[in-house]
T-cell receptor, first 112, second 118 residues
Framework: AQTVTQSQPEMSVQEAETVTLSCTYD???????LFWYKQPPSRQMILVIR????KQQNATENRFSVNFQKAAKSFSLKISDSQLGDAAMYFC?????????WGAGTKLIIKP | DSGVTQTPKHLITATGQRVTLRCSPR?????VYWYQQSLDQGLQFLIQ???????AKGNILERFSAQQFPDLHSELNLSSLELGDSALYFC?????????????????FGPGTRLTVT
């Protein structure tokens, strides 16, 4: 069965600095989708970024980018120029059999 | 705003009672997913409906049931409530749930219903 592992329960970063959140997954499939979602204190789940496994180019959305290493089954999220509003839980998710399999989340703290 | 609506926002009820949570997906989305998130926990997938039919089941208790209506809104029914059922219940929707393309997986979440069982 596919699994998603976020090994960092909590990370902290200074405002305006760059932080990378880790995610690894286990699969035998070759075609799949990966996602990062953000859950701020409001508890709303917000889609941050999507990566298609068949694309070699790493996805980017403004200050958010991913480092997708297919062979290593790694999908990390880089947040540049961290802002106070980036403070949230970040969940990595893997798309398989029409479902999303979720990691346990990483709590990101932004230090002013 | 994701376009997914959930009602009510908050619900407080007693043990043993039954409640119904309601979700309206984004316009055009055919798939609805229900998740449970207990305090400081991750997301637990409960159940998925696609165009009115049950598509997949996750860790859903027998006391819980759901359905999706012809207008595509969905309801999650929770009965014989226990203290441990207190949680945030999310509904999410996606364009489809069967094509295997990105629209099958990209889910948009509602604001959640916070259920407190006392």
């Amino acid at each position: 069965a596919q699994t998603v592992t976020q090994s960092q329960p909590e990370m902290s970063v200074q405002e305006a600095e760059t932080v990378t959140l880790s995610c690894t997954y286990d699969t035998s499939e070759s075609d799949y989708y990966l996602f990062w979602y953000k859950q701020p204190p409001s508890r709303q789940m917000i889609l941050v970024i999507r990566q298609e496994a068949y694309k070699q180019q790493n996805a980017t959305e403004n200050r958010f980018s991913v480092n997708f290493q297919k062979a290593a089954k790694s999908f990390s999220l880089k947040i540049s120029d961290s802002q106070l509003g980036d403070a949230a839980m970040y969940f990595c998710a893997y798309g398989s059999n029409y479902q999303l399999i979720w990691g346990a989340g990483t709590k990101l703290i932004i230090k002013p | 705003d994701s376009g997914v609506t959930q009602t009510p926002k908050h619900l407080i009820t007693a043990t043993g009672q039954r409640v119904t949570l309601r979700c309206s997906p984004r316009s055009g989305d055919l798939s609805v997913y229900w998740y449970q998130q207990s305090l400081d926990q991750g997301l637990q997938f409960l159940i998925q409906y696609y165009n009115g039919e049950e598509r997949a089941k996750g860790n859903i208790l027998e006391r819980f049931s759901a359905q999706q209506f012809p207008d595509l809104h969905s309801e999650l029914n929770l009965s014989s409530l226990e203290l441990g059922d207190s949680a945030l219940y999310f509904c999410a929707s996606s364009v489809d749930g069967t094509s295997g393309g990105p629209d099958s997986y990209e889910q948009y979440f509602g604001p959640g219903t916070r259920l407190t069982v006392t």
